[in-house]
């Protein structure tokens, strides 16, 4: 639990060289499915010979030309096969000589990757799986490993993904100025949805896994760099950010979870918050405030609070109700509460929380229940409480936050319980 | 999001299944076979397995110093799992598909869609950013 993971340079090497590959066999073969096959195997290659036989001297002609050889193989192979099947002649593919690969680099090849595999005609599972292996380099057995799952399982959603690319017909191509306004919404869904893969099952066993909340900001960072003039990237890179600086105190030293006000804040990253803070900062100045930003801004009033009293919760309160105008969800509405009971009362907020009880899209949502129940905790209703605490139990669909509640609502029983057995005389 | 198909059937059920014909047999494995196949081709599946019959089941307690006392009479009305399947989809509406289409297994006389399949979520390690 120390953070420490097992990447070796060669494979940190390989993780950033992979998009760039694979743009220029891309769009060089113009078959982005099988190329991302050629390139895949490509990076295996060099898994295995890089180690013994050293790092070639162009890193990145070595995988271009390897993956370039295997593609020529595919596309005979291809060629054969469809005469045999005695069908219609296609035109010759284009092989070129592998020479002068860097002249045939062009910046922007790891945005049209991941404008790619971010596609909304996607599923989302498809869509995370393989922008984690066309542009962040990995492996398929590191992916599945890290969403447990068989590396089967996890090799069929990236080629149906992909499948389902070469049926719709995505151009390799930039996004136009209109197609990233449209579809940059979900490239940060997906990049956020990696990162709180990461992040939040970063709780005991994630040994010999990928640090998936660590490669979801080196993806961010990389698209940052290409959408200098979209805040909301770099908001969301702001919140990844501030986010991630509080990993070593979220968790005890059983794996239990600890909530943000019993965080023992010195153990938090102040590197990690600075450069958020600062991104945010830098953000925010250019006018159109959008979703990440604010959830950015939140995290940081969170992160700038030496101690949980000192948080300022009305500047929280604020920006809840500035999110509730730009995006309003129910879970926008449901921290809107916290911050209204910890600025005006519980007895506010519980007022605030009548309005999610006929959310469909909250029903069987286990957070309304343990809300609640520390709304009534807070008042000293602990019937209440406990009552709550057990419901919000018996809905959460991961066990950190069963485990966590059921401590509640026992810590709250055993209380109880010694009030009503304290002898009357000691009572005041 | 996991969820686990459990099949479940009372001691009769497996009793009465060592008596289907050939035809049902075969019926019933090819669909399997089928079903298989297509939760791998998907991209959804995580684990199957099949359990041995509850003949051989047996309760196990700890007795003294940890050793174990071993317990097997069961009541008729008694449920036994029969197998499982573990499934990796996107939501719970997925995983209902996935077990109406398991529960349509051809059954004795081939009579299809009578094998009810308990869906369960499986707990994950994560917890919740809540935004």
Known sequence: MDGQTSDTPIE????????????????????????????????????????KEGIPESPRGWLIKVASRRMTDIVRSEMARREREAAIAEEEPVVEPVEEVEAEMDPEDTLILLFMCCHPALSTSSAIALTLRAVGGLTTAEIAN??????????????????????????????????????????????????????????????????????????????RVLLQEDTEVAGLLALMLLTDARK????????????????DRSLWDRIEISEGTTLLTVALSKGAVGFYQL???????????????????????????????????PLVTLNHAIAVAMVQGPARGLERLKALDHDERLRGYYRLDAVRAHFFEMIGDFDKAIQHYRAAAARTTSLPELNYLITQAARLSEFRKEQSERPANTKW | ?????????????????????????????????????????????????????????????????????????????????????????????QAFAIAANLSQAPGAGSIKGCMPVEVRQVLSGHSDLGL
């Open chain 1, 295 to 329: 959830q950015a801004a939140i995290a940081a009033v969170h992160d700038e609070a030496a101690q949980a009293q000192d948080t300022d919760w009305p500047q929280i309160l604020a920006l809840y109700e500035l999110l509730q105008r730009v995006q309003p969800s």
């Open chain 2, 1 to 93: 999001m996991k969820y686990i198909l459990m099949m479940n059937g009372k001691k009769s059920d497996f009793e009465g299944y060592a008596r289907w014909s050939k035809e049902d047999l075969l019926a019933n494995v090819t669909f399997m076979r089928a079903f298989s196949k297509e939760l791998k081709d998907s991209g959804v599946f995580v684990a199957s397995e099949g359990l041995g019959w509850p003949n051989e089941a047996r309760l196990v307690r700890a007795g003294a110093k940890g050793k174990p006392i071993t317990d097997g009479i069961f009541p008729e009305s008694k449920e036994f799992l029969a197998g499982y399947w573990i499934v990796d989809v996107e939501n719970a509406e």
């Open chain 1, 12 to 51: 940190l090497l390989l993780r950033e060289l992979t998009p760039q590959v694979l743009g220029v066999v891309a769009r060089r073969f113009r078959d982005f499915p099988s190329a991302e096959d050629a390139v895949q195997e490509a990076l295996l290659a060099a898994f295995r010979q890089w180690p």
């Open chain 1, 146 to 223: 890290a969403f447990l799952v068989p590396e089967a399982t996890m090799a069929q959603r990236i080629s149906r993904a992909k499948q389902c690319i070469r049926v719709s017909g995505v151009p390799f191509r930039a996004p136009t100025q209109q197609e990233r306004g449209e579809r940059l919404p979900a490239v940060l869904h997906v990049l956020y949805l990696i990162f709180s893969e990461g992040y939040a099952s970063s709780i005991g066993s994630q040994l010999q896994r990928v640090d998936l909340a660590r490669e979801a900001i080196r993806l961010t960072r990389s698209a």
């Open chain 1, 248 to 263: 070593a105190a979220r968790t005890g030293r059983d794996g239990e979870l600890i909530p943000l006000d019993k965080q």
